[in-house]
């Protein structure tokens, strides 16, 4: 047996993240992680051939810019652990298959020339909905990466103003109300539709504008970062970020249940039957639905029957890692290939027909997002070469058949697409390729259900206070028993949220936060 003060279950970037913080302030962490290594969907592998460096699930580091862990560097991942960036410029490029296109630079102004190119109107219409989002953004952004407050007090805040009731509004409504109401172009409208579909919710889906109110002015202030070396840098940073701090770090270390006295959470124990023990707190960096077998249902029924009906995300995930002999060549011109990363939508209303395509487990193959991570940073491929990163929307199961049987099948027809967008891309330029399913997902991490690393849905109803329980705050029922990650606030995505629920425990600790989270 073994003890420490805190004990991480988790070793993803968001069980990292806190650890360090918990460390910083003094505390004697340990993490504990399943895998044989550390980093949950935060990693990079050479799983095609060797010298190919592929992100397996994160890629594009974008809201995590914004969080002072990153932003005033508040653990020395860039200082003094390795962590560094690159930001491609165009960020994002939205293309259609007529060659149409727009293109998000950092400047808001060269952003809007090329949606003037689509409709003159719209370009104004989006200098004006920036120019909205912008003064909303650092309420917003702060509000990420700090614990939530009760959802009804946010709201009624919000009431007090006239900006605020519009903004509370739109948070109501779904990002396909959003651009309808902002926006005029079927074009303009499909680009911002399928950007945002990021989040794994069909456009109509109530409770998501909230996701189109940040997405444009973040893309505009921070861009889009792809770690270099992989995204499994950031983990490799908090790593030594934890080990700095005196924290421990143990992989191959699945835990199987934790333990109580009385209403204390006292520690875990492991598949081996190893009894690890906490003597100040618990965090589970896992997603909320595996906890009920974990503490022998000891929260009751009703606890249970609120986690149980917690609504997943709409649809899942297929990904093909290639290792490439060349890169890419546009049709749409290199402006596009001069993105960090391309996104293909289809024209109104036939890119909602897809989306409705996803719900009845009908495969899709006409909207994939590409990635050229090497293209922007050469050490993930060998000279010349490059790697790609093919994904497109997927159904959870299948109309017909299995992901096992056709899931090779489905991707020819991705990658189809993708080579009728390029001019030189064809199997023959395939050096090797991994394909994989929402089932695959789910088989990498437990806490995926359908292969989603977000763990469930992120409509207003399980959004800021009210993720993953109304105003649970990361505190479980168990006396200093947390949970962090992506099942709770600000949810999926490489964010390093676990910032907020590590603010949250310390305050529960005693712990001076300022003096923690004032700095590198």
């Known amino acids: 047996m073994t003890q420490h ?9 968001n069980g990292l993240t806190a650890a360090a913080y918990l460390a910083k302030a003094g505390l004697d962490v340990v993490v504990l992680e399943a895998k044989e290594y550390a980093g949950g969907g935060v990693v990079t592998r050479e799983v095609t051939l060797p010298g190919f460096h592929h992100d397996l699930h994160a890629i594009a580091h974008i809201f995590i810019q914004g969080n002072p862990l990153i ?4 653990l020395g991942l860039l200082s003094r652990h390795g962590l560094s960036y690159v930001f491609p410029d165009p960020s994002i490029a ?12 950092r400047d808001v102004t060269r952003t809007a020339e090329t949606i003037a190119r689509i409709s003159p109107k719209d370009a104004e219409n989006y200098l004006r909905f920036h120019a909205f989002t912008d003064q909303l953004l650092d309420t917003l952004m702060t509000g990420l990466f700090e614990p939530p407050p009760p959802l009804g007090e946010f709201f009624a805040g919000l009431d007090r103003s006239e900006v605020g009731q519009e903004l509370l509004r739109m948070l109501m409504m779904s990002y396909l109300d959003v651009v309808n109401e902002w926006f005029d172009s079927p074009k303009v409208r499909a680009a911002l539709i399928r950007w945002v579909s990021e989040i794994l919710a069909a456009p109509e889906e ?16 921070y861009g889009l970062g792809y770690a270099v070396g992989g995204s499994g840098a950031l983990t490799t940073a908090l790593v030594r970020a934890v080990q700095e701090q005196g924290g ?3 992989t191959g270390a699945p835990v199987e249940r934790f333990t109580f006295e009385g209403d204390r959470a006292t520690g875990v124990v492991l598949a ?3 009894h690890v023990q906490a003597r100040r707190a618990v965090v589970a960096d896992l997603n909320i639905k595996q906890l009920p077998g974990m503490v022998d249902h000891r929260f009751g029924a009703d606890w249970e029957r609120k986690v149980r009906r917690i609504k997943p ?19 749409a011109g290199p402006e596009v290939g001069g993105a960090g990363f391309q996104e293909t939508a289809a024209p109104l209303p036939a890119l909602l027909r897809t989306f409705d395509d996803l719900k009845y487990g009908v495969p899709i193959s006409n909207i994939p997002s590409i990635a050229v991570a090497s293209a922007w ?15 497109s929307y997927a159904p959870l199961a299948l109309e017909r058949g299995r992901w096992d049987e056709r899931k090779q099948e489905i991707f020819d027809q991705v990658f189809d697409t993708f080579c009728g967008l390029t001019t030189n891309m064809s199997s023959e330029k395939v050096l090797g390729r991994v394909v994989e399913s929402p089932v695959d997902g789910e088989r990498f991490n437990a806490a995926w259900p359908g292969g989603d690393p977000g763990h469930f849905g992120l409509q207003l109803f399980q959004f800021m206070g009210y993720r993953p329980l109304p105003n649970m705050g990361y505190r479980l029922p168990g006396e200093g028993f947390y949970l962090v990650g992506p099942s709770t606030h600000p949810g999926s995505g490489v964010t390093g949220g676990a910032r907020a629920g590590a603010k949250a425990v310390l305050r529960d600790l005693g712990c001076d936060v300022a003096a923690v989270m004032g700095g590198g």
């Not at 940073?377 to 994904?391: E, F, K, M, N, S």
């Open 248 to 250: 421990a770090i143990r």
């Open 206 to 221: 109530g409770g998501t504008g909230a996701f189109l109110l940040m997405m444009v002015p973040v893309i505009h202030r």
């Open 5 to 13: 003060d805190v004990v991480v279950v988790g070793g993803g970037h």
């Open 272 to 274: 081996s039957g190893e």
């Open 313 to 331: 995300a709409g649809f899942g995930l297929l990904t093909g890692h290639l290792a490439l002999s060349e890169a890419p060549v546009f049709k």
């Open 377 to 391: 940073d050469p050490t993930r491929a060998p000279a010349g070469r490059h790697t790609l990163y093919l994904l």
């Open 94 to 105: 939205v293309t259609f298959p007529d060659g149409d296109y727009i293109a998000f630079y």
């Open 71 to 74: 932003r005033d560097d508040e």
